[in-house]
């Protein structure tokens, strides 16, 4: 983008505010709070990026990030509490885990190899992964459909038939797979919101365990997976 185009073709950025604490034992990082507040990207009007922006319904990226962290370094559980990702006029992703036989050097700085290590150590009991619709998803369509000449309406309810489709296929044809498909098309039709919990079988999964599958049905037999929308 040249200077001299309309609007210029520089890249803005903005931030109201930050608030961060931790509280250590030693070295280790025990519980972490952290705010970061009207986070904004504007980009130059007439780039690529600006140009998708606004067909999207956006003059710039502008959101904010909160959430909490805590660990016990005696049973080695990582906590991650209501993570959240708030988009003004998009919505909010909120996550939440709980992780297992974390080594302390994950927290902090490392080798990156003896950290990768450590990672495939680790296991998982369960995440939560929460979207709360706040016109993202309105905004999707309606860009899809400009670029495929088509009504949002008519992509929205033919996005829900390929789902309720395609997801049962892409997952094996698992048993499982029949809920999921149908609150996917839920969420599709009306998307207010939708909530993803996955929740280890049993005892915790180990990361390298999850890394190694290659079959959706050795997922579903190790995992429970639970999909809820519009509630």
Do not use: C, W
């Amino acid at each position: 983008v040249k200077a001299n185009a309309p609007g210029g073709n520089r890249i803005r950025l903005s931030l109201a505010g930050v608030n961060a604490t931790t509280q250590y034992e030693g070295h280790t990082p025990v519980r972490s709070v952290a705010e970061i507040n009207g986070l904004a990207i504007e980009l130059p009007p007439t780039s690529d990026g600006g140009r998708t922006l606004a067909d999207l319904g956006y003059k710039k990226l502008d959101f904010s990030i909160a959430g909490e962290m805590r660990y016990d370094p005696v049973k080695r559980d990582l906590t991650i509490a209501n993570y959240t990702i708030s988009g003004v006029n998009a919505g909010r992703l909120i996550l939440s885990g709980t992780f297992g036989n974390i080594d302390p050097s994950l927290l902090g700085g490392g080798v990156p190899q003896e950290k990768l290590a450590a990672l495939m150590l680790a296991n998982i009991a369960q995440l939560d992964i929460r979207f709360i619709n706040e016109g993202a998803v309105e905004n999707g369509f309606a860009f899809a459909a400009a670029q495929q000449g088509k009504s949002a309406a008519g992509l929205r309810s033919e996005a829900s038939m390929l789902v309720g489709q395609m997801l049962p296929l892409l997952l094996g044809g698992d048993p499982a797979a029949l809920p999921l498909a149908r609150a996917a098309q839920d969420f599709l039709r009306e998307s207010k919101n939708f909530t993803l919990s996955l929740k280890a079988r049993g005892a915790p999964v180990p990361v390298s365990r999850l890394s190694a599958i290659g079959d959706p049905a050795t997922f579903f037999a190790l995992v429970d997976v639970q999909l809820k929308s519009n509630q």
